[in-house]
């Protein structure tokens, strides 16, 4: 049976572990897409220009008309030359110029109003595009298996989502937009060249084919650039995010010099890499330019000796030279395309990565339990985990059972797997082996919203999101009623804090809730978790902050909860663990004894131990 789990778990937990966000620094994981990671190609990584169909492919419709209006206003660019033609042949046969100026007027009016609409087409579209592969990435994220998080620099994650995906407007539209109109109006002006003069057309191509060359030689250079461009944006974020997300520990610690320097290495890394990409571009983009400019001169002099020998007309060499010029917007923006693809390719590359780490499937959210829905049975039996394939378990085989109502208490020396236990309840992680079962009910066999909104889970360090005291107690109900509301402030004691501030409710917390208190922001954990009405309520030391009162009061709640309620609580203090209906006493990750206080301290000698030394109050 062992065998079984583990053959069906591992992939949860064995793709986590090896497809890790390649941080900066990191290669790319050789893995294959998986449906998990929310990706539908087939597997293994798809090519850059696929992967940019796709993307592209929910916007085709506004693609080809943006790509249309951009053609129709080069054809009729085009034609100005023969309006031009016209004209001079008009002048020279002393013909009315009326009709040829009409003409060039009419063209002129229509180019002005097709290109910048054909433009606008394509940025809004590239905008849209943008729009959603950040709604894509962002929703996935949102749903990674904590296991990939762990493995993932948070900055780094979030460079991906905002600069990356950015890169997409302008690979999709500028660049394979780009590419189609580009080479569209490239061979409709080579043709017209053709038409005028083959023998000139030939001189103009054998310039152009030197610039190719060029080109050719930039491009790679300027893919090995862009990519490092990125990876250093990424590296900045991931500091950025480090250094800020613990700024206080930074200042104490003095540390301020080190992590600027840190920061100050990754954003000159981008600089360079920045730089770097810049000169290919340069050097790629004004060869074409250059190439036209010798082309134009060249078909200067061979076309004047032609007007010369009266191989062609004057006007034949004046609307000649005109295509040349022509050349130059689309054949910089062919190279400009080439280049904006090579960035965009690292980009995509760095998308890709993030969009194929394991998520959780996507569900609707589930309802809350109604008021009085029946209390929850947990079960577990022979787990054993560890969170990292290769390295110790950290749960070699936990087995216990915990009846509807009342409070269980975990104890057991750092680091025996107490948290890891919660973790495992809420399907953070799943187990190497054995089972977990809620309700009689395998966990894998739930679907997780539905599992979760049957927990309120306070977890040990308490976490506060940044915004009002009111997101933060709603985040895990936000039906709640404001009667409800009042009740939890008042059992979780945060009724004076909230009539302290000037803004009660709607005050904000700050980053992390860093404008209250440690033992406020547990208040706040806890009073989020009752809100939520759970079956079965984790607190991982969730009182370990407040003082003697609020700790003495909110015990109470929580034995008032337990009624109820199934709870099982982390617990240092003697004080909450005594009160416990059983203890589950953890070392080194097995289930070293279950029972009452009293029992356990006749019976358990490690448990003995733990309540003379570790625990702070001494027996009641
Ligand atoms: N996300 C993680 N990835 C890898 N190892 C982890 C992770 N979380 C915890 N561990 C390791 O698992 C072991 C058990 O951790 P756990 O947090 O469950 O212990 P605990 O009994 O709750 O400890 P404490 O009383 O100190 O909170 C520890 O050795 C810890 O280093």
């Known amino acids: 049976m062992d065998t079984q789990r583990d053959q069906s778990d591992a992939p949860a937990a064995g793709v986590a572990a090896e497809t890790r966000v390649p941080g900066p620094d990191r290669p790319a994981p050789a893995q294959a897409d998986t449906q998990e990671a929310g990706m539908d190609g087939p597997p293994g990584p798809a090519p850059t220009w696929r992967v940019l169909l796709r993307h592209m492919r929910p916007s085709w419709r506004w693609l080809v008309l943006g790509g249309l209006l951009n053609l129709t206003a080069g054809a009729v660019g085009l034609a100005l030359p023969l309006a031009a033609k016209r004209l001079l042949d008009d002048l020279g046969a002393d013909r009315p110029l009326a009709g040829a100026l009409a003409l060039m007027g009419v063209l002129v009016v229509v180019t002005a109003g097709v290109g910048p609409l054909g433009e606008y087409v394509l940025r809004r579209t590239g905008e849209t ?307 977990i079962l809620l309700d009689g009910r395998d966990l894998a066999r739930w679907d997780i919203p539905s599992l979760r909104s049957a927990i309120g889970y306070v977890e040990q360090d308490a976490p506060v999101l940044s915004g009002s005291l009111r997101d933060n107690l709603v985040l895990g109900a936000p039906d709640t009623t404001e009667r409800d509301l009042t009740r939890v402030l008042r059992v979780a004691r945060l009724d004076g804090l909230v009539a302290r501030l000037p803004e009660g409710l709607d005050t904000l917390v700050g980053h992390r809730g860093s404008k209250l208190s440690g033992g406020e922001r547990q208040r706040v954990a806890i009073a989020r978790a009752l809100l939520r009405r759970p079956r079965l309520l984790l607190l991982d030391e969730a009182t370990s902050q407040l003082d003697a009162v609020n700790e003495a009061a909110l015990r109470d709640t929580v034995v008032e909860v337990a009624r109820t309620t199934t709870v099982l ?40 131990e733990l309540a003379a030394t570790q625990f702070l109050t001494a027996a009641p």
């Open 129 to 435: 595009i943008v729009l959603t592969a950040r709604r894509r990435l962002v929703s996935h994220l949102l749903r990674l298996r904590m296991s990939a998080v762990d493995h993932a620099e948070p900055g780094d994650l979030m460079s991906r989502v905002t600069s990356d995906t950015a890169l997409l407007r302008q690979v999709t539209t500028d660049s394979l937009v780009g590419v189609v109109t580009g080479s569209v109006t490239v061979l409709a002006t080579v043709t017209m060249m053709g038409v005028l003069d083959p023998v000139l057309l030939a001189v103009t191509l054998g310039v152009l084919a030197l610039a190719g060359t060029v080109v050719r030689v930039a491009m790679p250079r300027l893919s090995r650039a862009s990519k490092e461009v990125q990876k250093a944006v990424g590296r900045m974020s991931a500091v950025l995010e480090r250094t800020l997300g613990a700024l206080r520990t930074v200042k104490a610690s003095g540390a301020e010099h080190r992590e600027e320097a840190a920061l100050h290495g990754a954003a000159e890394g981008a600089w360079r890499a920045g730089v770097r990409a810049a000169k290919w571009l340069a050097v790629a983009g004004h060869t074409a330019e250059l190439a036209l400019q010798v082309a134009f001169f060249t078909v200067l002099a061979v076309g004047g000796a032609r007007v010369t020998s009266g191989t062609i007309g004057v006007g034949t060499l004046v609307a000649f030279l005109m295509y040349v010029y022509y050349l130059v917007p689309p054949l910089q923006q062919l190279v400009g395309a080439a280049g904006q693809y090579q960035i965009g390719a690292a980009a995509v590359a760095r998308m890709r990565e993030a969009e194929r780490l394991p998520a959780e499937p996507a569900a609707p959210p589930a309802a809350l339990p109604q008021p009085g829905a029946a209390p929850a049975r947990l079960e577990f039996r022979d787990v054993r985990f560890r969170y990292t394939p290769g390295l110790p378990f950290v749960h070699r085989g936990v087995t216990f059972t915990v009846p509807p109502r009342g409070m269980t208490a975990f104890v057991g020396p750092s680091g025996a797997g107490k948290t890891t236990v919660f973790s495992l309840i809420e399907r953070f992680y799943d187990p190497t082996s054995g089972s």
């Open 569 to 608: 609580v982390v617990a240092h203090r003697l004080s909450t663990v005594t009160l416990a209906d059983r203890i589950v006493v953890l070392d080194a990750g097995t289930v070293q004894a279950v029972g009452t206080h009293a029992e356990l301290v006749a019976s358990d000698p490690l448990y003995a």
